[in-house]
């Protein structure tokens, strides 16, 4: 028999009138922000958000206010049927599956604006972008009143915004992170994988590759600067470019790092062919 669809919410009222209920009955509710197109790497986060929580609530909604205009809004998959069934399959309890126009209603003029961790990588080359995904995030927790909201580390400038804009917000909710999930060859698991031809899709793995040297030299004591330049070269002669940043960067902060003394992270992202790529490792200093 196939598993059933969990049952999907469209408007605000009835997805607050269910989470109330769930809550009123003793779960702990987790939202699972997505933008569909959903793969291996959003099924664990389904699962991964299971265990923190009784109830699971995934939403689905590609959000153009964090999309530059040249960026692939127009192109970005959706397929909400094939959403879900992926949902179901991970166990999620409710899919919500806004309309544009419960998100960004008739005269809606208000943006987060940010500093902080917002700043440098992603922040350089997607102006707009994370006060697009902090608006839309803000929003989703708001409607949606989870305990927890859980995100992967893959956009871990992402997962640093978000903690530090709920955090700053007095926002009542605690935001989770799942370690990125890979390939067997170490490529990270994202939506824009499906963009690589077969021979970039054969080059790709070497980002990871070239990260976790990077972070293996840095945990032994290596001096994040050279360690970047050789990483840069490495990445250019394997076919990538441009590389837009390489960067080493504290896990909280994420301000620069030159040597490693509390947790850190190397992140990448590079262009292959058409298709923008990112990445990141943790360092722990001594490991
Ligand atoms: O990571 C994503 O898929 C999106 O940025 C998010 C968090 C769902 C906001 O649109």
């Known amino acids: 028999m196939p598993t059933p669809i969990p049952v999907v919410f469209e408007a605000v009222a009835p997805l607050r009138n269910q989470v109330r209920a769930w809550r009123e009955g003793g779960d702990t509710i987790v939202l699972v922000p997505t933008m569909g197109a959903l793969h291996e790497g959003h099924r664990a986060l389904v699962a991964y958000a299971k265990t923190l929580g009784r109830r699971v609530v995934a939403s689905i909604f590609v959000n153009p206010t964090q999309f530059g205009p040249t960026e692939d809004f127009s192109r970005y998959p959706r397929d909400v049927d094939a959403d879900l069934a992926a949902l179901a399959e991970a166990g999620a309890d409710a899919a919500y599956v806004p309309t544009a126009e419960t998100m960004y209603p008739e005269g809606f003029a208000s943006r987060i604006e940010l500093d902080g961790p917002s700043e440098g990588l992603c922040g350089d080359f997607r102006p707009g972008h994370f006060s697009g995904v902090a608006t839309v995030v803000t929003k989703l927790i708001n409607q949606a009143q989870p305990d927890i909201a859980l995100f992967g580390e893959k956009d871990f400038q992402q997962l640093q915004v978000i903690r530090r804009v709920t955090r700053d917000l007095d926002m009542p909710v605690s935001i989770a992170g799942l370690p990125t999930l890979r390939e067997a060859d170490g490529l990270a698991l994202s939506s824009r994988n499906r963009y690589l ?64 003394e509390r947790p850190a992270r190397v992140l990448v992202a590079a262009y292959l062919g058409r298709t923008r790529l990112i990445d990141n490792v943790a360092v722990a200093p001594g490991s």
Do not use: M
């Open 197 to 260: 031809s077969a021979v970039e899709r054969a080059v790709a793995p070497r980002l990871h590759a070239a990260l976790e040297g990077i972070a293996k030299n840095l945990a032994a004591g290596g001096e994040a600067g050279p360690l970047l330049a050789e990483g840069l070269e490495t990445l250019e002669a394997a076919g990538f470019g441009p590389v837009q940043y390489l960067a080493v960067r504290d896990a909280e902060t994420l301000s620069p790092v030159t040597r490693v």
